[in-house]
């Protein structure tokens, strides 16, 4: 099935995926200003970007049974928080601000994140379609265009708060777009017949994925401009060509995975990331840099995605949404405490052992991936 064709039997989450890679796609590139503004150093700033990691962990838990008691305006209405939360890390100048503007983007967005991905397997299942990689690449696209764009602005010297305010203005014009009702009714708590094991196995395999790609997100433009001696738009674009790439591999995967087994497509794109996060690590100009970005965004793009997915046709479908939460929280949980490890690699170490330690953890996957075959993946 065309990627187009998957992107219409599944517009309404895709249009949520893309306006939540809007937003961080934006928040990357203003990374370095960010940093500056509240005075922190590469720990410290790290430390404070777990504020997300904490908002995601909290809200990840109730997402299903909010998801029950708003019904079709549950994905309209978690986007219109997202849209709230992200006015707050343009407008802190301290910390402590800092990190309760990032705790409160991690709620919004990982109540956003569960809805649209339960809402992209439940269309899975009535389908009988692959469409997780389609809509994960409409989140990657949005993502590029985001730190493109917003590294024009930052060389216009336009500041982050007048930027997130156009863009939530943006997401008020289409959130009745976004009212699409849960396909079953769900269980507040966790059903005592959840398959935990599938979940910690498709969940580590998100949380290395996403790990991966935080790292990159968070710290890239940072690398580019300081370690390679690159300008504003220059570093901005580092998180552009991982997202645009990681577009690229989504939705090509989303071909190749209705050719190969999940699993097989997992191993070589593992295999693919690897080899771009080793030429980041031996860059010396940031061109060189930006090729490692792109091999590496093709590589993992399709890593996340899938375990999604895995979890999503692995148990019952009464379980679905509970189950991709809890995927999500370990894989989530992941994707925001990955700036802060990088950020103490680099305190020490410098940027480039911090990327060279995302190299091996991607290694990871290997045995994760067979473990899942040997119960049925």
């Known amino acids: 099935m065309s990627v187009l064709n998957a992107l219409r039997l599944s517009h309404i989450p895709a249009l949520a995926f893309a306006i939540l890679g809007l937003y961080w796609g934006s928040f990357a590139a203003f990374v370095p200003l960010l940093k500056e503004r509240v005075g922190a150093g590469d720990a410290l700033f790290g430390l404070l970007l777990l504020g997300t990691a904490c908002g995601l962990a909290t809200t990840m838990w109730f997402a299903p049974m909010v998801d029950r008691w708003l019904g079709r305006w549950s994905m309209a209405l978690s986007t219109f928080a997202l849209s709230v939360a992200f006015l707050l890390p343009g407008l802190v100048t301290s910390p402590v601000g800092f990190f309760l503007a990032m705790f409160a983007c991690g709620l919004a967005s990982g109540l956003t994140d569960v809805i649209m991905n339960a809402r992209v397997s439940d269309l899975e299942a009535q389908t009988g379609r692959s469409l997780m990689n389609a809509n994960h690449g409409s989140f990657s696209l949005a993502y590029a265009g985001g730190a493109f764009i917003t590294g024009l602005a930052r060389e216009a010297a336009v500041q982050p708060a007048l930027l997130f305010v156009v863009l939530g203005a943006l997401v008020l014009l289409v959130l009745a777009r976004l009212r699409m009702a849960p396909a079953l009714s769900h269980d507040d708590g966790v059903p005592v017949n959840l398959p935990w094991g599938i979940v910690i196995l498709c969940g580590a395999v998100v949380l290395i ?41 989504r939705f090509s995967g989303q071909a190749v995975s209705e050719r190969l087994s999940d699993t097989s ?51 019952p479908p009464a379980l679905r949404t509970v189950a991709i939460s809890r995927t999500a929280v370990l894989g989530f949980l992941g994707f925001f405490a990955a700036p802060a490890i990088m950020g103490f690699v680099s305190e020490g170490y410098g940027l480039r052992a911090a990327f060279g330690a995302v190299a091996l953890l991607l290694l990871i996957l290997v045995p994760l991936v067979y473990a899942l075959r040997a119960r049925g993946a």
């Open 265 to 315: 497509v997992i191993l070589w794109a593992t295999a693919m990331a690897v080899v771009g996060t080793a030429l980041v690590v031996i860059a010396p100009v940031p061109m060189v840099a930006y090729l490692g970005f792109g091999i590496m965004g093709l590589g993992v793009s399709v890593i996340g995605p899938l375990g999604l997915a895995l979890v999503g046709r692995m148990v």
């Open 209 to 249: 994925a996403f790990m991966s790609e935080a790292a990159v997100e968070a710290w890239s433009a940072l690398h580019v401009e300081r370690t390679l001696g690159g300008s504003a738009a220059e570093g901005a674009f580092g998180p552009t060509m991982l997202g645009l790439t990681m577009a690229v591999g």
